[in-house]
């Protein structure tokens, strides 16, 4: 058993917060970006990868509007993707029903946790700075 990661996003139509996100980017720092899409990703340490699909198809996804994957990149293509999560040791409230939910379903993780994935197409590049993740235009 090991790290388990299940990541979650829209199957089709418009993505609010990454169009949302768009806009502010163009109004307020003039970068355009072709499109941005977000996803959440849930990991849960300790569980078997059957455990984490059964989280994934029963818990996690809505499988009208959602697609989702375990273990593997949500977006593909030519496209960055930049994950913003809480910080060790500050309590995120989405983990205590992750908790529930697992134990609902009869699996017991070790840890849990949850980040949202932006993913942007279009020209864009990333800086790593010392307090956070900078869009710069190319």
């Known amino acids: 058993m090991s790290l388990q990661e299940v990541r979650v996003g829209l199957k089709d139509g418009p993505d609010i917060k990454g169009n949302s996100l768009r806009r502010e980017l163009k109004e307020k ?18 569980i078997s990868e059957e455990e984490a699909d059964r989280l994934r198809r029963h818990a996690l996804t809505d499988l009208i509007t959602q697609q989702s ?11 960055r993707v930049l994950e913003i999560g809480y910080k060790p040791g500050v309590m995120n409230p989405v983990e205590g029903s992750l908790f529930a939910v697992s134990r609902f379903l009869g699996i017991s993780p070790r840890a849990v946790s949850q980040s949202t994935e932006y993913a942007f ?4 590049a990333f800086r790593r700075s010392k307090s956070s993740a900078e869009i710069i235009p190319t």
């Not at 499109?35 to 990703?41: E, L």
């Open 29 to 46: 720092l003039g970068i355009e970006v072709k499109d941005i899409q977000t996803g959440t990703v849930y990991r849960f340490e300790d």
């Open 121 to 124: 197409w279009g020209k864009s």
């Open 69 to 79: 994957t375990l273990n593997s990149p949500l977006f593909k293509g030519n496209v």
